[in-house]
C-alpha cells in the first residue's frame, strides 16, 4: 500500500496554504494515520498551529569537494567539470565556494588522482516530531543567508513512509524548484487561492506546473469575498474545479494570528474537510482510470 | 524636490516580508505613484514567479527579451547502450530506467539539477547539456516610471539570476538617464531570489503582518537582512485585526533595535483599487490605508536619501 | 605586467564596465609595451558563479592586477587568494583609456 500524497500548493504567497493544510491533517488524522510534512523550509509555520513535540533534530547536509592539496596535480578537470563554477583553480591550488556548490559528486568523480573527498556541510535543520493527536511531523529550516532550500525539502521527504495512510506536504510559495521539488510526485495537489487579480496570475503559473508534473489538482478558494470572480471564470474553461470556498471573516484571520488550526476553532469546517478528501480521492481514481 | 541624480549611483528600496501575502506588492505599487510625484524612479519586480506588479501599474511592455541559462540533460537514444551508469550517478532522481529491457535510459526534466554528472559518466558520450529558455523579462512603462520585470516560465530554474538580470538592467538604466530612484519589490522567503533582490540595496522596508507567522518570518528576514549588512525599516500592515500580534511585532522589532514606521489598516479599498487595476493610494487616496501608506512614504525616503542615514 | 579592465566594448575609446562578473568584455593590457587587445567574458552567458568563472578567466591571464567598478563576494576571495590586485574606477572614467591613465598616475582606489 502506498501513502496518499497530497501536495498544497498555491503559486501567491498568504493565500492560506498552512492553513488548508494544517486543518486537512487535524481532520483526516480523526480517522485515518497521517504525517504532514512543512516544505517551506525558508519560512515554516505549520509547527505553529500543529505544536508537535519534536523528538529528533539532525542536520541538513549538502556534499561538497575537500581538495587533498598535497595530491592536486592541478589539472583543472574538477574546475572545467562544475556546471556551476564552485571551484576555482589557482596554479595547484583549488579554491571552493561551497554556497554555489550543488553537491553533484561530478567534481570527486572525474579527479584523475583521486584527490577529492565529499564532506557534509550544514545548510539547515531537519525536525521530526508527533502531534498530541497522532500526526507524525516533519518540518525543515533553511540556515540563515544559504541560497539553495530543495536539497533539505528532498531530504525531509525521504521521511515519508508508505505505512502512513496520507501524507500531507505544506508547499512553499511560488512556482519554481522548491515548489516543484515538494510536489512532483503528489497523487493531488491542492491550489489555494485568493479571488483577486494576483490571486487569478499566480494561480494560472500553478496551473502551468501541474501541467508539467500531471497530478490532478483542485482550488480552493479562501477569502471569497474580497475581489471578484475572475478566479471561478477562469476554472470554468479548465479541469482544475472549485472544490471549497473559506469566505473573508475577521474572525478567520483572528483565530490564525493567534495560532488556531482553522477546524479546530470552527468546527463546521472538519466535515467539509472530510468530503474535500473523498473528493480527492474520487478525482485520484479518476485520473488513474483513464490512465494519464 | 529631487527630480535629478545628486551624484552617483541610485538610491535602491527593497521591500520585503519573509512571508507571503503581507501586502508587498500593493505597497510596493502605492509608493511608486507616491514618489513619482516628486522623484524620478525605476521600478523591479523581483518576485518572478509571482510577478503582480505590472498588473497595478498599468505597465506597458516595450521591450521583450528571452531568459535563458538553466541546462538540461538529453540522452540520445540512438547511443545509449542502457548501461545505467548516468542512474547510478544521478543524485536527483532524474534518470528513468527503461521498461523495456535494452530500451533507452531517459532524463526526467522536471528533476534534472543541471549538474551534468550523467554527461561525464556515460561511456557512450550519448548525453549532452542543452539550454533552456527559463522565462522571459520585460522593459515596460507604468503609470509612474519604467518597469522592469519577469515572468520566470512554471517550473524553471534560476529564479536569481533572472532577478539578478533585471535588476542590474534597472541599475544601469538609472545610471544612464541620472534617475535617483530604484525601489524593489520583493519575493516571499529568505532564499536566493531574496538575497539576489536585496544585493545592492541602500534600504530594505520590511512589510510584516500580526500573527505567529507573521512574527516567526519576520524575524527570519530581519536576521538575513542583518547578514547582508542591509538597514532595516519595519511597518505593521493590517495592524488593527489582531493587536496582541501587533503587540507582539514590535517587541520583535525592539528586541533587534528596530522602530515600527508605520502602520496600516485592515482595508477593503486595498483589493478593490487591486480589482481595478490601480494602487489603492491612487485608487482611494482618502482611504484608511492610503494616508498611513502616504506617511510611510514620507518617512523612507528621507531616509533613502539621506547621507549616512540614522537608522 | 598584465592589467585586465572590465568593459562594455572592444576600443580604448569604449565606456568601462562597473560591473565585474558579468562585464561583457575585457580589455588586457600590457604595461611593459602598451600592447593590448579586448577579449569576451564567456561567464556573462552563465547561470551561476559568474563572479567566480570571470575571476577564473582572469587568473588564467596571468594578470597582476583587474580593474572594475565593484567586485561581488566570490570574485573577491578568488582574487585575493590569487594574488591579484583589485582596484576600482568610478563613473567619472569615460573611457578605457581614462582608466588605463588613472591606474598608471596612481589615482586609483584599492578595493
Known amino acids: ?292 | 524636490m529631487i527630480a535629478k541624480m545628486q551624484t552617483g549611483k541610485a538610491k535602491q528600496c527593497v521591500i520585503l516580508s519573509g512571508k507571503g501575502g503581507t501586502g508587498k506588492t500593493s505597497i510596493s505599487a502605492s509608493l511608486m505613484h507616491l514618489s513619482s510625484q516628486n522623484i524620478s524612479g525605476v521600478y523591479v519586480d523581483a518576485d518572478v514567479d509571482a510577478a503582480n506588479l505590472a498588473l497595478v501599474t498599468a505597465a506597458v511592455p516595450q521591450e521583450t527579451h528571452e531568459f535563458s541559462g538553466s541546462k538540461l540533460a538529453v540522452i540520445d537514444p540512438l547511443f545509449c547502450s542502457s548501461c545505467g551508469s548516468c542512474f547510478d550517478v544521478c543524485r536527483y532522481d532524474a534518470i528513468q530506467e527503461p521498461v523495456k529491457e535494452q530500451a533507452s535510459y531517459q532524463v526526467i526534466d522536471l528533476l534534472c539539477d543541471g549538474c551534468a554528472a550523467c554527461v561525464h559518466a556515460c561511456p557512450e558520450s550519448a548525453i549532452r547539456m542543452v539550454v533552456q529558455q527559463d522565462g522571459e523579462w520585460y522593459h515596460s512603462i507604468s503609470a509612474y516610471g519604467d518597469l522592469f520585470h519577469a515572468e520566470l516560465f512554471p517550473a524553471a530554474e534560476n529564479t536569481g539570476k533572472l532577478v539578478t538580470t533585471i535588476k542590474q538592467e534597472a541599475v544601469s538604466f538609472a545610471e544612464k538617464h541620472q534617475i535617483p530612484l530604484i525601489i524593489v519589490d520583493g519575493p516571499p522567503g529568505i532564499g536566493c531570489p531574496v538575497i539576489s533582490a536585496s544585493t545592492g540595496a541602500d534600504l530594505a522596508l520590511l512589510v510584516a503582518e500580526p500573527g505567529v507567522s507573521g512574527k516567526h518570518d519576520l524575524e527570519r528576514i530581519i536576521q538575513t537582512l542583518e547578514h547582508l549588512k542591509i538597514p532595516i525599516l519595519i511597518c505593521i500592515n493590517k495592524y488593527d485585526i489582531y493587536p496582541e500580534g501587533t503587540d507582539a511585532i514590535k517587541r520583535l522589532a525592539n528586541s533587534y533595535g528596530y522602530q515600527i514606521i508605520g502602520e496600516i489598516p485592515f482595508d477593503d479599498a486595498i483589493p478593490n483599487a487591486m480589482v481595478q487595476a490601480k494602487p489603492v493610494t491612487e485608487f482611494a487616496p482618502e482611504s484608511p490605508a492610503s494616508l498611513a501608506i502616504q506617511k510611510i512614504c514620507e518617512v523612507i525616503l528621507p531616509v533613502l536619501f539621506s547621507d549616512g542615514g540614522n537608522l | 605586467m598584465i592589467i585586465m579592465i572590465s568593459s562594455k566594448g572592444e576600443t580604448l575609446q569604449s565606456q568601462p564596465n562597473l560591473r565585474f562578473g558579468r562585464a561583457p568584455f575585457f580589455i588586457e593590457y600590457n604595461l611593459s609595451d602598451d600592447a593590448w587587445t579586448a577579449q569576451r567574458n564567456e561567464a556573462v552567458k552563465e547561470s551561476s558563479g559568474a563572479g567566480v568563472s570571470t575571476s577564473q578567466y582572469i587568473i588564467n591571464q596571468q594578470a597582476s592586477a583587474v580593474i572594475s567598478g565593484n567586485f561581488g563576494p566570490n570574485a573577491q576571495r578568488a582574487l585575493s587568494y590569487a594574488g591579484i590586485k583589485m582596484l576600482t574606477f568610478d563613473d567619472t572614467y569615460k573611457t578605457i583609456q581614462s582608466v588605463i591613465e588613472g591606474f598608471k598616475s596612481n589615482r586609483l582606489e584599492e578595493f
Open chain 1, 1 to 292: 500500500m502506498n501513502t496518499i500524497k497530497i501536495a498544497v500548493a498555491s503559486g501567491k504567497g498568504g493565500t492560506g496554504k498552512t492553513m488548508v493544510a494544517t486543518s486537512l491533517a487535524a481532520c483526516l488524522d480523526k480517522y485515518y494515520s497521517v504525517q504532514f510534512l512543512d516544505c517551506d523550509v525558508e519560512a515554516p509555520n505549520a509547527h505553529l498551529f500543529l505544536k508537535p513535540e519534536i523528538d529528533s533534530i539532525q542536520s541538513a547536509e549538502i556534499l561538497v569537494p575537500e581538495v587533498d592539496q598535497v595530491a592536486c596535480t592541478g589539472c583543472g578537470k574538477c574546475v572545467e567539470v562544475c556546471e556551476f563554477h564552485a571551484l576555482a583553480q589557482m596554479g595547484d591550488q583549488i579554491l571552493l565556494f561551497p554556497q554555489l556548490c550543488h553537491g553533484c559528486g561530478s567534481c570527486q568523480r572525474v579527479c584523475p588522482v583521486n584527490a577529492i573527498h565529499e564532506i557534509p556541510r550544514k545548510i539547515g535543520n531537519l525536525r521530526s516530531g508527533k502531534v498530541r493527536s497522532g500526526i507524525r511531523f516533519h518540518t525543515g529550516d533553511l540556515t540563515i543567508s544559504e541560497p539553495m532550500p530543495t536539497p533539505i525539502i528532498r531530504q525531509l521527504k525521504s521521511r515519508i513512509t508508505n505505512e502512513t495512510r496520507i501524507t500531507i506536504l505544506d508547499s512553499p510559495p511560488g512556482a519554481s524548484c522548491a515548489v516543484v521539488a515538494t510536489i512532483h510526485d503528489a497523487d493531488f495537489v491542492i491550489l489555494v487561492t485568493e479571488p483577486t487579480p494576483f490571486g487569478l496570475h499566480d494561480l494560472k503559473q500553478m496551473l502551468g506546473v501541474l501541467d508539467q508534473t500531471g497530478s490532478p489538482g483542485g482550488v480552493i478558494i479562501n477569502r471569497d469575498g474580497i475581489g471578484d470572480v475572475r478566479v471561478e471564470d477562469y476554472l470554468d474553461q479548465t479541469s482544475c474545479p472549485v472544490m471549497m470556498k473559506i469566505p473573508y471573516q475577521a474572525e478567520i484571520a483572528v483565530g490564525l494570528a493567534k495560532g488556531k488550526i482553522l477546524s479546530d476553532f470552527i468546527p463546521q469546517y472538519q466535515s467539509e474537510f472530510l468530503n474535500l478528501y473523498k473528493k480527492i480521492l474520487e478525482m485520484i481514481e479518476d485520473k488513474e482510470q483513464v490512465g494519464a
